[in-house]
């Protein structure tokens, strides 16, 4: 699950490389999804040092997607 966040992540940032932000669809909110998700399942299973680090990534999304969002409104502007 994490491998597929990750390949999205790194294809939606290759894609705005070539063409306009405001004609692609933001993944990063399911991206977060994904990772409370697995974070979630490690917590089922007894991984709390796991589930734990997770949480940099939730952050770290949570910010790309406040960045994508704020891009997205001066694109528009534009």
């Known amino acids: 699950m994490i491998s597929n966040a990750e390949r999205m ?3 939606y940032e290759q894609e705005i490389k070539m063409s306009s932000i405001i004609h ?9 999804e994904i990772y409370k ?3 979630k399942r ?3 299973i007894g991984w709390k040092e796991e589930s734990r680090k997770l949480i940099n ?3 770290y999304y949570n910010d790309k997607l406040e ?7 001066i694109e528009e502007r534009k």
Request: charged share 55%; glycine share 0%; net charge positive.
């Open 9 to 11: 992540a790194k294809e």
């Open 24 to 32: 692609l669809d933001c993944p990063y909110e399911k991206i977060i």
């Open 37 to 39: 998700e697995v974070k």
């Open 42 to 44: 490690f917590e089922n």
């Open 57 to 59: 990534s939730i952050r």
């Open 67 to 73: 960045k994508d969002k704020r891009l997205r409104e």
